[in-house]
């Protein structure tokens, strides 16, 4: 039997990660508020450890989405591996030339990901897309502000969130 519907289960899902470091972040707080200096200190560090984890989990809930577009996201060491309906494949995080996010007149939000020789294009609503935040926030000077900057941008065309160094941009 469930108790709850389930646009609630998904909305507690989704922000699971947060709901815990708050509840670790009380449990320290109190812990720190009983006597002795041991215990207060651990209750002190349990409490730094939970706000210092609860930062990363509110950007990933964030980032993170209903999980009913098309297709099915995995990332495993490094890869980026993306299977559509129609099409799919896999990309090192390493050889990543550039990173977009394109935004289409009918509302469809996906990233586009490029190294040399091909293209992957992910729509941000698929299955295990919120994996990809974490594969993204690794590439050299790219940071999570930028990336839910875009993420919640109703605007319109394909913007560049990320080129390496060495590739130049292509002109049109």
């Known amino acids: 039997m469930n108790f709850f519907r389930p646009e609630v289960l998904a909305l507690l899902r989704r922000w699971a990660e947060v709901i815990v470091a708050i509840a670790v ?3 320290g ?10 215990v207060q200190g651990f209750g002190y560090v349990l409490a730094a450890f939970a706000a210092i984890a609860l ?4 950007r990933r809930a ?5 999980g009913d577009g098309p297709g099915i996201v995995q990332v495993i060491e490094g890869r980026i591996l993306y299977m559509g309906p ?6 090192s995080v390493a ?10 007149r009918g509302g469809q939000v996906a990233w586009v990901l490029v190294e040399p020789g091909h293209m992957l294009v992910i729509p941000v609503n698929a299955a295990g897309a919120e994996a990809l935040f ?3 926030t690794t590439l050299p000077g790219l940071g999570a502000a930028r990336i839910l900057a875009a993420r919640q941008s109703p605007h319109e065309g394909t913007r560049t969130l990320w080129r390496r160094a060495d590739v130049p941009a292509l002109t049109q």
């Open 25 to 27: 972040l009380a449990l």
């Open 134 to 136: 974490d594969a993204f």
């Open 95 to 104: 050889e990543m030339t550039s990173l977009s996010l394109r935004h289409d």
């Open 86 to 91: 129609v099409d799919g494949g896999a990309i």
């Open 29 to 38: 707080l109190w812990i720190a508020a009983r006597p002795g200096p041991v």
């Open 62 to 66: 964030r980032f993170a989405t209903d």
């Open 55 to 58: 930062i990363p989990a509110v």
